[in-house]
């Protein structure tokens, strides 16, 4: 995405506008003959979320979770000569793709999200257009809080409690099993996501192990709520 703005601003801008355009023409089409994705970098470090999450589960839960789903995503894609690059598009239709796609692309797109849906000395109470949404949708924050968290709570295995805005124009919060999202046509719940909550217990067991309630109480204290407030 970064790489998308920073090349319509030197669009904009530049007396060799069209030359630009002539070499990422080209240049599109040649690197690879199939999608290839690739792992962000956390907007922060490892051990910037302790004490709630601590350092060691955030660095096997990135460098190798989430890595294990951009490598597996890849491969299908080639097996599977996958040539579209936008993962939103294939998640719209994911019930036309194999299950490994399902499964892997959305566990990258999860992730992805998940990262910037925390921040250091993060949590509160929201303000802003986050405030007003949920208020408007809920009633109030506790009531909100108290949805999402029985969402989180209550998935059975592993899976995902998402707070979404719905193709009406709602707030909803909800979950998805496995690594299904809101995104996927496939999904019960659908929409476009604000805030989701990875509640496999590879995000957990190490701090928390079998308290999967304990994980989500220490977990409101790193929402992001600029990045739900940015989204809305
Ligand atoms: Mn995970």
Not at 82 to 88: I, M, N, R
Not at 102 to 119: Q, T, Y
Not at 131 to 160: C, H, M, P, V
């Amino acid at each position: 995405m970064d790489n998308q703005f920073s090349r319509r601003d030197f669009l904009k801008t530049s007396a060799m506008a069209a030359a630009a355009v002539a070499v990422a023409g080209t240049a599109s089409a040649l690197p690879h003959e199939h999608a290839h994705f690739s792992l962000p970098q956390l907007p922060y470090g490892y051990a910037a979320l302790e004490p709630h999450i601590d350092a060691m589960t955030m660095e096997i839960h990135h460098s190798r979770h989430h890595k294990a789903y951009i490598d597996n995503l890849n491969r299908l894609c080639d097996e599977n000569h996958v040539h579209d690059t936008s993962l939103e598009r294939i998640l719209a239709g994911i019930s036309r793709y194999p299950m490994g796609i399902r499964n892997n692309g959305g566990g990258h797109w999860n992730h992805s999200f998940f990262w910037n849906c925390m921040k250091p000395n993060g949590g509160g109470v929201p303000t802003g257009k986050s405030a007003e949404a949920i208020n408007a949708s809920f009633g109030s924050f506790d009531a909100f809080k108290s949805l999402f968290s029985d969402a989180a709570k209550s998935r059975f295995g592993s899976g995902w409690a998402w707070l979404v805005r719905t193709p009406e124009g709602k707030l909803a919060v909800g979950s998805t099993p496995n690594q299904d999202n809101p995104l996927m046509d496939v999904s019960e719940l659908k929409g476009a996501p604000l805030l989701g909550l990875d509640v496999w217990e590879h995000a957990y067991y190490l701090k928390y192990q079998n308290k999967r309630p304990d994980y989500i109480g220490a977990w409101w204290n790193l929402v992001n709520w600029d990045s739900v407030s940015a989204k809305l």
